[in-house]
């Protein structure tokens, strides 16, 4: 038996998929995936025995700015995209029996299954990626910003962007692999049945008419590695350190640097991620150190606080860990929605994003530093399930046996 997993974006977007895969493989599965072609997710794949598809340009160089590139280059990105997956799909699935997509960017996976007559499975790994009337659709870059504030008008708005940008090239590629044309694609990608790899408690699903949601719980692995000797010796140092890091993203540095002097003056240690965009705030005091790669999930238990963008890795790993967090979202895709995940728990507090002062830093690491902020975040992380590959690996093989 064989499935090919798809996806495109950063480390957030692939390491799940990756969760499956190893899941997949203990069930006796032969596992493909259609991933960008940066070379950390080359070495990843090849690591666990995993073959990459490579699609798509690196991400990496997609993301080096503080900006976002232009809503015309967004535009040909997308379509671009759109053509690759039509040309690299139909050979990827050859002998498989699934695919699995994972982020609203798969625009041709299910048209590829439907042609090739296997099974089909959209995920999003947060609820908010889904039509709810419950919540308004996630900041989409490069497309307009709507007026409307009802979340049914909103989720409309949203399938007439999608339409715009995809439509015509979907459906000019259906039509010359002999499939009809679809006339709403966002659901047509989504299906009324999509499957969500997000934890129940962290990021539940409501109800909602015309969606039968299978939420499986987030999809991680256990890391192992240990720590390096250099982080180690600083987190021993002293009294535990404030974590701060942006994962893939590249914030201005004001905010980095504004955080980072909030945290020294309430007399806290600061450690600095350096991340996609290279960060260093390091002046040569003792009380701040820099890391590049390291293991959140053995780090973030020894840390008084995690200050990030609002990526679900992130925070999930975080609330598993216990400790408190200080969301500073960039207004990207699902960050907004983690980062009110985190408010509406009280297990940190969640900023206004860029426009963060000095003084709204201040007094949010003094909430997050309150006992009682500290209590709610350790009894959330004793409540949070690790077993979602491995349910979803088991939901997938049974479907198709």
Same mark, same amino acid.
């Given at each position: 038996m064989r499935v090919l997993l798809s996806t495109y974006g950063t480390r957030g977007d692939v390491?799940? /998929?990756?969760?499956?895969?190893? &899941?997949?493989?203990?069930? =006796?599965?032969?596992? &493909?995936?259609?991933?960008?072609?940066?070379e950390e997710f080359a070495e990843r794949l090849a690591g666990l025995g995993v073959q990459l598809v490579p699609i798509g340009p690196p991400v990496r160089e997609l993301m080096r700015g503080t900006t976002l590139p232009s809503a015309a280059d967004l535009s040909r990105y997308r379509t671009e995209m759109v053509d690759a997956q039509f040309d690299i799909f139909p050979a990827a699935v050859e002998g498989c029996d699934a695919l699995v997509?994972? =982020? /609203?960017?798969? !625009?041709?996976?299910?048209?590829?299954?439907?042609?090739?007559?296997?099974?089909?499975?959209?995920?999003?790994?947060?609820?908010?990626?889904?039509?709810?009337?419950?919540h308004a659709p996630p900041p989409r870059p490069g497309w307009p910003e709507p007026e409307a504030t009802d979340n049914r008008t909103l989720w409309e708005l949203d399938a007439h962007n999608v339409n715009v940008q995809f439509a015509d090239p979907l459906n000019s590629r259906r039509a010359a692999i002999g499939l009809p044309p679809v006339d709403n694609v966002r659901d047509h990608v989504f299906t009324d049945r999509p499957w969500l790899a997000a934890d129940p408690v962290l990021g539940p699903w409501r109800e909602t008419p015309g969606l039968d949601v299978t939420q499986t719980g987030a999809w991680t692995l256990p @890391?192992? &590695?240990?720590?390096?000797?250099?982080? /180690?010796?600083?987190l021993e140092a002293g009294a535990p350190p404030v974590y701060v890091g942006f994962g893939s993203m590249s914030p201005s540095p004001d905010i980095v640097r504004r955080a980072v002097e909030a945290i020294r003056a309430q007399g806290h240690r600061v450690l600095v991620s350096r991340g996609w965009a290279d960060l260093d705030v390091v002046d040569g005091r003792d009380d701040c150190f820099a890391i590049g790669e390291a293991n959140h999930q053995r780090l973030f238990g020894k840390v008084a606080a995690v200050v990030h963008h609002g990526g679900a890795g992130t925070t999930l790993t975080a609330a598993r860990a216990g400790t408190p967090q200080v969301v500073v979202p960039l207004q990207?895709? @699902?960050?907004?929605?983690?980062?009110?995940?985190?408010?509406?728990?009280? !297990? =940190?507090?969640?900023?206004?994003?860029?426009?963060?002062?000095?003084?709204s830093l201040s007094v949010a690491f003094k909430t997050a530093f309150a006992p009682e902020t500290q209590a709610r975040a350790r009894a959330l992380g004793a409540k949070l399930r690790t077993d979602g590959a491995a349910v979803a690996a088991s939901l997938l093989l049974d479907a198709l046996r």
């Open positions: 390491e799940p /998929l990756v969760a499956l895969a190893v &899941r997949l493989r203990a069930l =006796g599965v032969d596992v &493909r995936m259609c991933a960008p072609p940066d997509a994972a =982020g /609203l960017a798969q !625009i041709a996976a299910r048209s590829v299954a439907e042609a090739a007559g296997i099974r089909y499975v959209y995920t999003s790994y947060s609820a908010v990626n889904l039509p709810s009337p419950h @890391d192992e &590695r240990p720590l390096p000797a250099d982080l /180690l010796a600083f990207l895709a @699902d960050n907004p929605y983690w980062a009110g995940r985190v408010a509406d728990l009280d !297990i =940190g507090v969640a900023l206004d994003g860029p426009t963060s002062t000095a003084e």
